[in-house]
């Protein structure tokens, strides 16, 4: 049985792209966490590697309840796989088919949102 979605845009969820990049800080995540987002997709460098700060902000989001996933923003690149990693890849998906594919992995998992 296929889940109904949200039909209404303003019932989607919110999901924002952040960028990972040299000296990127962690202030924009702890913004966009605290102001209610329901995930986060991170536009990696190179191989899926993020910013030690930023890093920090997103395992902080991801305890407070903010789905995270990791895209790399180089069109050809592909994420490393990191044993042990806390965020999951999102498969080849460009940055902004991630962005969409954890939409609607949202809406399925929560419908009324």
Known sequence: MLASLPTEVSDWPRVEVVWSHAGAGRALVDA???????????????????????????????????????????????????????HPDTEGLSVVKARISLMLKLMVKNPLH
């Open 32 to 86: 966009v966490a605290a102001s209610g987002v329901d995930g986060l997709v991170v536009a990696c460098t190179g191989n899926g590697t993020v910013h030690h700060q930023l890093e920090a902000a997103l395992q902080d989001a991801q305890a407070r309840g903010v789905a995270v996933c990791l895209s790399t923003r180089c069109p050809l690149g592909q994420l490393v796989d990191i044993p042990g990693g806390s």
